[in-house]
């Protein structure tokens, strides 16, 4: 069994270009999440999605940022027009679909806006 | 509101010393779920435990234990004997039944065990 895996591992883009990041969840777990962690600070909630359907989005999930899942297997999460406060560590988690069960974590996508 | 608060935000302890880190909690929700999470220099986060707000009995797992305190809103983290592999930040977060799937996590906690 395979964990979570995100890819890519590292992201260096210009101010203004768009990035796509891409988040594998453990094949058993129909929930998926993704949460933003920048250096010093615990991870920040973006959004969940409950196999296709994206269920819930955080007020941090601005309308530059847009995920899917459309098969309900992998999820993307999309930034437009990056800005240096953009910079961060991407992280996806994935569950089993008990509620509140705990989320597994992937290993991240750290994102540099220069 | 959901609040996790770590007031410790760095600790360095000498191998084969206890170390306990705190966690206190804020929350409306009368049914709610505790976490703690481990993330090495790796960068991954690792879970360690689950508790539900309705079951206060501690528990221990080798050399790790946690004791839960509704009446103080806390879940306290406490690693025996500490080891060089200990080193990590760890984090506290707590998902209430009420407000959505998400886990609201701690500022964390970096402990670094000196050899």
């Known amino acids: 069994d395979t964990g979570v895996s995100q890819d890519p591992r590292h992201k260096i883009t210009k101010r203004g270009q768009n990035v796509t990041f891409r988040c594998d969840p453990i094949?058993?777990?129909?929930?998926l999440y993704w949460y933003r962690q920048t250096l010093g600070q615990g991870p920040e909630f973006l959004t969940y999605?409950?196999?296709?359907?994206?269920?819930?989005k955080s007020r941090l999930l601005s309308d530059r940022f847009s995920a899917e899942r459309p098969k309900g297997s992998f999820s993307t999460l999309e930034i437009q027009r990056t800005e240096q406060g953009d910079s961060a560590m991407y992280l996806c988690?994935?569950?089993?679909?008990?509620?509140?069960?705990?989320?597994?974590f992937g290993p991240g996508t750290r994102l540099t806006v220069t | 509101a959901q609040k996790v608060t770590q007031a410790q935000t760095e600790i360095s302890v000498v191998e084969k010393e206890d170390v306990t880190l705190d966690c206190v909690y804020e929350?409306?929700?009368?049914?709610?779920?505790l976490f703690w999470y481990k993330q090495p220099p790796s960068g991954e986060l690792v879970f360690l435990i689950r508790?539900?707000?309705?079951?206060?009995q501690n528990e221990i797992s080798g050399r790790y234990s946690w004791n839960f305190q509704k009446s103080t809103s806390s879940f306290n983290f406490t690693i025996t004997a500490s080891q060089v592999v200990d080193s990590a930040v760890y984090f506290c977060?707590?998902?209430?039944?009420?407000?959505?799937?998400?886990?609201?996590f701690g500022t964390g906690t970096s402990l670094t065990v000196i050899p």
């Open positions: 988690a994935s569950s089993f679909p008990r509620p509140r069960d705990e989320q597994y």
């Open positions: 094949s058993e777990h129909n929930r």
């Open positions: 999605f409950q196999n296709e359907a994206q269920l819930e």
């Open positions: 929350t409306r929700d009368t049914t709610y779920y």
């Open positions: 508790r539900n707000s309705f079951d206060e």
């Open positions: 977060a707590l998902s209430g039944k009420n407000t959505g799937n998400q886990f609201y």
